[in-house]
């Protein structure tokens, strides 16, 4: 998995030095901030991704299962998107649990999934794959995994994501964010 963009002093690398971010702050009359928070209702907004990224390319492969070391401070989502010329059942399953417990059908030339991160807070490893009706072997199909996630900054200078998810209209180009605040 490539990481599209990092937060703060990441040991990941990235493909692009730019991350995005969207400041909104609500000022009263006196130009002091006003706290906002909303107990039912998410307020919801959308963050570019640099346009000069280099999105990753799918890759081929006709391996069953992949596994990926979840090892940010903050919870990530996840997002696959997979080419297949087959029907198959789509498996995942956090850490080392002993079987697959989370499963699709899949009965679609492309797929996308998405993992949020109030679903992978907590884990350290993903193992993924596609599982084909009666064969011990996949044929080849593409794929391509990436994560993406939603931040503040604190009033101590630390990234934190409480309050925020992220949301399933997230793509190569944009980061879909809900949060319960303005922090």
């Known amino acids: 998995m490539e990481p599209l963009a990092v937060y703060g002093k ?33 307020i919801e907004f959308f963050i570019p991704r640099d346009p000069n990224l280099r999105i990753p390319p799918m890759i081929l492969t006709n391996k069953t299962f992949h596994s990926l070391n979840l090892t940010t401070d903050l919870p990530i989502s996840i ?11 789509f498996v995942y399953k956090f850490d ?6 989370n499963s699709i059908e899949v009965n ?31 044929e080849e199909y593409e794929y391509r995994v990436y994560s993406s996630g939603c931040y503040y900054l604190n009033k101590e200078n630390q990234w934190k994501s409480d309050g925020l998810r992220v949301g399933p209209k997230t793509n190569l180009s944009q980061t879909h964010c809900y949060s319960t605040h303005l922090t």
């Open 96 to 101: 080392r649990q002993s079987s697959f417990t």
């Open 108 to 138: 679609q030339s492309y797929f996308t999934f998405m993992l949020d991160n109030q679903q992978t807070v907590g884990h350290r490893l993903l193992i993924f794959g596609l599982q084909q009706e009666n064969q011990n072997n996949c």
């Open 10 to 42: 990441s040991l990941i690398e990235s493909n692009t030095n730019l991350s995005r971010s969207l400041s909104i702050s609500i000022l009263g009359q006196n130009g002091n901030e006003i706290p906002f928070e909303t107990n039912s209702d998410s």
């Open 79 to 89: 997002h696959f998107e997979i080419k297949a010329n087959f029907s198959y059942r």
